[in-house]
Structure formats: C-alpha cells, structure tokens
C-alpha cells in the first residue's frame, strides 16, 4: 500500500477569510439573539396605564394603614395614661398600707388582755381598742384595693403592651405600602422619560381622545335614556287625556283641552358639556360645589387638602365640607349610606369604579363626576362611562 499523504495546511489567506466568517456569523447569531423590538406607543401607554392603576390601590392600602395607625396611637396613648394613672393610684394605696402597718405595730406590742389588766382607766383602753379594731379594718380595705388595682395596672399594661405591638406591625405595612407606590411612579416616570417630547404629545393625546370618545358615548347613552323616559311619559300622558276624554263623554260634556303654555321668558339654556355647580343651600349643594372649588388642583397620593388630594381625600373632603364624616379610603366609603342604582344618581353622590373600589368620585349630574385622577394630573371633570362603573352611594 502507498503511504497517505498529510493534507497540505491551509493558507494564511484562506484562514483570514474562515475567521471572518466565523466572526461575522458570531456577530449575527448574536444580534440575533439579543435584539428586543422597541415598544410601540400603545403598550408604553399601557404599561403606565397598568402602572398609575396598580399605585392607585397601592395608595388606597396605604391610606387605610395610616388611618388604623391614627387609631392605634390614639388608643395607645389612652391605654398609656391609664397605666401612669393607675401606677399613681396604686403608690398612694401603699403609701396608706405603710402609715396603717406601722399603727398597728405601735399598738399589737403587747396583748390585748394584758393591756386592760395594767390600764389605768379601763374605759380608755377600751376606747383605744375600738379604734384599732378600726384600723385593721382599713388595713384590710386598703390591701384588697392595692391588690385590685395591680390587677387592673397588670391587665393595662399587657393591653398597651398588644397595642403597640399591633402599631409596628401597622407602621411596617405602611412603609410597604409607601415603598410599593413610589416604585411604581418611579417606573412609570422612567418608562415616560423614554419617550421623545412628541411622542408624549401623542399619548396626551390619544388619552384625550379616548375620555372624548367615553364621554360622547355616555352622553349618547344619557340621551337615549332621557328620550325613552320622555315617551314612555309622553305615552302615559296620553292614556290619561283619552280616559279623561271617555270618561267627560259619557257625562255628556264636551272634553277640555289646556292650552299649551309658553315657556318662561327667564328659563336658563341647558349646559352642553359641564354642568354647572347647583345654587347655595342644602347638602348636595355645599358638596359639589366644594368640588368645583378644587378643579385644577394637583392630585397628592395620601393627602386630603388643602392643596391637593388623592381620590378618597377629595370625596372626604368635600363630604366634610357639608358637616358629613367619610371614612379614609375609598373602600371604606362605599360602605356608607345608601346604594343608589346609575337612573337614579343625583349631584353629590359618590360614584365608584374598578372591581376592587380603589377609584372614588362626586357625581355633579348629566354623567360627569369631579375626581381627583392620578399623580402627574390635575382634579377634573371626567364622564362615568371612562371608567369600569361599580356603582353609587347616598351617605
């Protein structure tokens, strides 16, 4: 057999052009497999839209937390005052069992029947006698008191001991929840921070649009509404007049019609879009009109005024502004008062959205509401129909 002959190696050349290909190749299976499509207008939107949700109810938490922390301080410290006063009342009892034991031992030194047979003047003694009889008396009171307000003191001080304990759990939960809403803005700022001037102006504007589109269907709704009742009123109407009619026949007199009046000279156009806040007096009236006060001002996550306010703080607020107490979060308030169905609201209810309740409003009548939206945004008037409505409540 021949001997093999060794392939010959390969050319300098030919290397060159093999670890360019091999590093090209590289470099494509690489940007291959790390390229990530830009996000589109749309889901940056809805990224931050999902994210101002989730703060919102992260908010709502946190609320509910500073209201339950308020509580528990107020009862520790109640709790508190109880025990230094029980603390003093238990000091003065001692100090008492201190001056009667002493008494008694001036006066036990000797025995009873001895001392009578060695007194002078038995009549004495035995007026002394009684009056020790007295002082193991109070001797006997005293500590039965002494040992009922330890008791007590024990019992206070166990119960302001739960109490605070209750009040750091609540002061880490709401910590949590503080950290959880600014990581949240904080990501829904970084993911608008991204965006160009222009394509921010785009997004306000499709949020525009979209509120415009929500509001003119809920207005259509509102008018549909508005014309059903109008003829079922209209037919009821007419049902009346030829009963009227058939019953004046039979009595032989000529049926009566009322000539149409013409309306009032002063008679106020109706609004198109808001409408306006209803004159002084009464309930609903100093409601609504304290939230068209607050048009404009900045929304504040956990604040209830003067200056701004988160959803919950405004309705509270204005609530307050009628001499009416709310509950803190908006969950809470829904808990109040009446449930009103959507055909019978009226200007001062509060109007509620999202499954969990975490969105609060003042209905201000013809489907609009006055809320405070969400950080980055100014109270406003906003059409029910641009959020997913869960109902109403008269409180």
Known sequence: ???????????????????????????????????????????????????????????????????????????????????????????????????????????????????????????????????????????????????????????????????????????????AQKNEIQGKLAQSEALLNKLSAEERARINAQEAADKAKAAAQQAAAVERAKAAEKEAAEKEAAEKARAAAKETAGKGAAPQTAAPQPPAANTPAPVANTPAPPAAGGRAAAIVQFAYAQLGKPYGWSKTGPSSFDCSGLTGAAYRAADVSLPRTSQEQWKVGTRIGRGDLQPGDLVFFYPDLHHVGVYIGDGKMIHAPRTGKNIEVLSIGVMPYMGAVRP
């Open 1 to 175: 057999m021949g001997k093999r002959r060794k392939p010959s190696p390969p050319s300098r050349a030919r290397l060159a052009v093999l670890t360019t290909a091999v590093a090209g190749s590289a470099v494509l299976a690489s940007g291959t497999a790390h390229a990530e499509p830009a996000p589109t207008l749309a889901s940056v939107k809805e990224q931050v839209d999902r994210l101002n949700e989730e703060a919102e109810q992260a908010i709502e938490r946190f609320n509910g937390f500073q209201e339950k922390q308020q509580k528990l301080q107020g009862e520790a410290n109640r709790i508190q005052e109880k025990v230094a006063r029980g603390q003093d009342a238990l000091n003065e009892l001692r100090t008492q069992l201190g001056v009667v034991g002493a008494e008694q031992y001036r006066n036990n030194g000797i025995d009873p029947g001895v001392q009578l047979m060695l007194d002078s003047d038995p009549a004495s003694y035995l007026g002394r006698a009684s009056v020790q009889d007295q002082v193991a008396g109070s001797w006997t009171s005293l500590l039965k008191r002494a040992q009922d307000e330890q008791r007590k003191l024990d019992q206070e001080r166990a119960e302001a001991t739960a109490t605070l304990a209750d009040l750091d759990a609540v002061g880490a939960s709401l910590n």
